[in-house]
């Protein structure tokens, strides 16, 4: 009878054994949910119908932390295999081909040893995906500026998903989808724009268009998003009229625009400016939708510098930096996919952002603020070069909003008025939008590159200081937040805990914990020794032998 239940018993666990082998059932106990894919994400592997190839180039003699990078990244692509058919190219190229033919460039690591000595070992945080022929890049390593190591490798894990899931989408999608810079009002040119078009043609075909003289109200609707960038003159009525009905069908707009009208030309000349109202003819629609971009400036102690020249000789010019209230470093959200983790944003004559009915169920996000010591400009007024050296204490407001996102049901602003005259449409005015969603930033600085020698720059790179900020990650995440269908896009708002040892208090109490770590686990097994034999001599001891 034992021997049957204990076959039984083996059975069973042999049947349970062969399922959990078999059925892709898996359970994550974890409390970030580290090993577990989004339903965006298991969607779109499923999706794919053909597999997917991957090849990791993390390798070579890694230190601990691009060893858990690595870790990370094979874990995240063992759960995609639970929904695609993924396949381990790593044994099937040669690395350096590939890194040659795709342009990778290595990363220096510099390390110092325990001899006190600096090593340098060069890493390639990449991983190559292909499918149906085709290839894509995959960046691993996230370099944050103002970030330290452990907290760049921590949000490079966090970003895995959506790395990959990015990469798989480029992959797989049949038609590429465009994106709209509209033109016609003073905008910045293409050469002033280049690093943007740059950066959104990697997802999108970039097309420049005007809209004066145009009397189809649906010539938006090919578009996933539209542009309006850095705007100096206002918008006619019918141009309003189609942009508000292109959000009302909708369709996404993200507005970078400036609430304030200067000169930097006379800045530079006569080293100041009047500072007055831009009047766009926009202020009407924002407030429907719900925000105000007001007239104003935002100063803020912590800014860029600029080079003035401090030589009372004009022979001799003595140019140091000075810190430059009106280009305040932005801070960026933690609470949006848009700007999780990316770095300070540039910026320079910023206005500040109110959000107007709050009741209007729109779901609205800062995404951009000043810091805890700023003030505000009010217009009309006068920015001065002579006037470098502000009065601390009258910064004195904290985290101004200049940039807001809004996602719901909008109110158009033509809900009760007649369209233009000239306008063709073959349906009625909309008053109200299906769900959608929008971007207003307060300065029209934040998208613009500047030109050096007639180069174009990266978007956030300032020549004076030599320092890279984050703008070109923040236009672009928005972008792709305003197009995104499939809910990719919130991937990036998937938080790893991140817990680090105390460096010092190892190094110091390094000796105490070899000897706990060498001799607890001894100690134990003898505890548990101990344990068993008398136990034993207990149960046993007093027997005695018929």
Request: proline share 5%; hydrophobic share 40%.
């Amino acid at each position: 009878m034992k021997i049957r239940h204990t076959l039984i018993v083996v059975g069973i666990l042999a049947v349970l054994n062969a399922a959990a082998y078999l059925l892709p059932v898996r359970w994550d106990m974890t409390d970030d949910r580290r090993y577990s894919l989004s339903e965006a994400s298991k969607t779109l592997l499923r999706n794919t119908d053909a597999p997917v190839g991957v090849t990791i180039l993390l390798e070579g003699e890694l230190n601990s932390g691009f060893r858990r990078l690595k870790k990370a990244t094979e874990e995240t692509l063992a759960e995609m295999a639970v929904y695609a058919d993924i396949k381990d190219l790593n044994d099937l190229k040669d690395p350096t081909t590939l890194k040659d033919s795709l342009g990778l460039r290595p990363i220096v690591i510099h390390e110092r040893e325990q001899n006190g000595k600096t090593a340098q070992t060069m890493v390639y945080p990449y991983a190559v995906m292909t499918y149906k022929g085709r290839k894509a890049v995959v960046t691993l390593l996230k370099n944050t500026r103002g970030l330290s190591g452990e907290e760049n490798l921590n949000a490079s894990i966090e970003q895995l998903e959506f790395a990959f899931m990015e990469a798989l989408h480029l992959l797989v999608q049949r038609e590429t989808p465009r994106v709209a810079i509209l033109e016609g009002h003073g905008e910045p040119d293409e050469a002033h724009t280049y690093d943007l078009m740059t950066a959104l043609s990697k997802y999108f075909q970039v097309d420049r268009g005007n809209l004066k003289g145009t009397t189809d109200a649906h010539i938006l609707d090919g578009y996933k998003a539209v542009i309006i960038a850095a705007p100096r003159t206002a918008f006619s009525e019918q141009e309003r009229f189609i942009i508000d009905q292109y959000i009302m069908r909708g369709g996404t707009v993200l507005w970078a625009i400036d609430g304030v009208r200067f000169s930097e030309q006379a800045l530079q000349s006569e080293g100041f400016t009047p500072v007055l109202p831009l009047d766009l003819g926009l202020t009407e629609m924002l407030f429907r939708y719900g925000v105000r971009v007001n007239p104003a400036l935002v100063q803020d102690i912590q800014c860029l510098p600029i080079p003035v020249n401090v030589s009372s000789d004009p022979q001799q010019p003595n140019l140091q930096p000075v810190p430059w209230t009106f280009a305040p470093l932005l801070l960026t959200s933690q609470g949006s996919p848009i700007t999780k983790n990316i770095g300070q944003v540039m910026s320079t004559f910023v206005s500040p952002i109110d959000a107007v009915g709050g009741e209007d169920g729109i779901e609205k996000r800062v995404l951009l603020a000043t810091s805890t010591a700023s003030r505000l400009t009010a217009t009309p007024g006068e920015v001065n070069l002579n006037e470098l050296n502000p009065d601390r204490n009258a910064f004195k407001y904290q985290y101004v909003p200049v940039a807001v996102s809004m996602e719901g049901v909008f109110h158009g602003a033509f809900a009760h008025r007649m369209a233009p005259e000239g306008i063709t449409s073959a349906e009625p005015i909309r008053k109200q939008s299906v769900k959608t969603r929008q971007v207003v930033i307060g300065s029209g600085s934040v998208i613009v590159n500047e030109l050096q020698k007639g180069q174009a720059l990266p978007m956030g790179y300032d020549r004076y200081s030599g320092m890279q900020f984050s703008n070109r990650d923040f236009i672009l995440n928005a972008v792709l937040w305003l197009t995104d269908e499939e809910g990719l896009i919130s991937l990036r708002e998937k938080s790893v805990a991140l817990r680090l040892l105390n460096d010092k208090r190892a190094h110091d109490e390094r000796g105490k914990i070899q000897v706990v770590s060498t001799v607890s686990p001894i100690l134990v097994l003898a505890l548990i020794g101990t344990f068993v034999l008398i136990i034993r001599k207990r149960k046993y001891g007093k027997q005695t032998i018929m």
